[in-house]
């Protein structure tokens, strides 16, 4: 029977989307044009960071431009630089959003913002501990990502390149072994630029893919948005599809015979 | 009364318990969460808590990020 995307839901700690593609809500210059490229998106995981209230003026609330009845939020720990800092934040985000969901972010350089898988696998484990569902940001490591599993993380989420620099895919043989070596869902998250980073994570044969800036710092994010998710859509479709095999040589696709000369 | 809130401190009317601190901050009770001196304190616990002066109070919200 021939493959129909409607029919194949992403499944995440026992919770169907239809959507494979999950983004994030930072960098936006205004509200209004993110909550355009959310819907235009047809995400239904939205990430969301916890952050320090403004004591002195009374600025405008990102909850006012993102239906909850619509959009799933997924609080994250970025910005955390240890495993303890980052199960407060994950405690934090769970008080104030009343969900188990957690994307865990522990950073463990500043400047290439890679993480610190040593503290994230130990801050996994205390989360799943405590009730969590934890979907770990994880860098392109298989042994990592099945350590991950191990502890048990409801996803893995390898990044394609460093956060927010745009470089695509760096290393997809990795990413096909962690696929190989986990059975929880593994999303690409970090490092997509643009529609065709996204088509390949897809095409690999990644169960979802994360970003933010991809969407954000474009030009025309509302544009970009829709762009992400026809590219996750055909992605997913080639993959299920199957593709041909690479060969060297010509195979013609118009008979041989009965040419007229 | 004096507390330190967000890592600054200030001197506010008075309020009893973590609820009455939120309205007098103008804090709406919706998607925040408050820690008071490291510890969370969970949304049906906000009236039952006393506030002493210089209290840690800690109060986020969800903003944009990735």
């Known amino acids: 029977m021939t493959y129909s995307l409607a029919s194949d839901p992403l499944v995440l700690a026992g919770k169907s989307f239809r959507s494979r593609l999950l983004v994030g809500t930072g960098k936006y210059e205004t509200f209004p044009l993110m909550k355009e490229a959310l819907e235009r998106s047809g995400a239904e995981i939205v990430t969301v960071a916890v952050r320090r209230v403004n004591l002195d ?13 619509r959009f799933t939020l997924l609080p ?88 927010g620099s745009g470089m695509g895919i760096q290393n997809p043989a990795n990413i096909r072994i962690i696929l190989e070596s986990v059975s929880v869902p593994v999303i690409v998250d970090a490092g997509v630029g643009t529609a065709s980073d996204a088509a390949i994570a897809m095409e690999l044969g990644c169960d979802a893919v994360l970003m933010n800036t991809g969407i954000a710092g474009a030009g025309d994010a509302v544009a970009m948005a829709e762009a992400m998710k026809l590219a996750v859509q055909a992605g997913r479709m080639a993959y299920k599809a199957g593709r041909i095999p690479k060969r060297l040589y010509a195979s013609a696709s118009s008979p041989l015979q009965g040419i007229s000369r | 009364m004096t507390l330190a809130i967000n890592g600054e401190t200030r001197t506010i009317p008075a309020a009893g ?31 039952q808590m006393r506030l002493s002066d210089m209290d840690r109070v800690e109060i986020v919200q969800f903003v944009g990020g990735g």
């Open chain 1, 76 to 163: 994250n720990t970025a910005g955390c630089y240890t495993a303890d800092e980052a199960v407060r934040a994950a405690c934090l985000g769970r008080e104030a959003g009343l969900s188990e969901w957690v994307k865990l972010e522990v950073i463990g350089n500043e400047k290439t913002l890679f993480p610190d898988t040593e503290a994230l696998l130990a801050a996994t484990r205390t989360l799943v501990k405590d009730g969590f569902v934890v979907l770990p940001y994880t860098n392109d490591d298989p042994v990592m990502a099945r350590k991950l599993e191990d502890a048990g993380a409801a996803a893995v989420m390898p990044l394609g390149a460093p956060i």
């Open chain 2, 17 to 47: 318990n973590i609820r009455e601190l939120l309205g007098v901050l103008g804090i709406g009770e919706s998607r925040v969460a408050v820690e008071l001196n490291g510890k969370i304190i969970r949304r049906a616990e906000w009236e």
């Open chain 1, 57 to 69: 003026r009374s600025t405008e609330s990102l909850l006012d431009y993102i239906d909850t009845s």
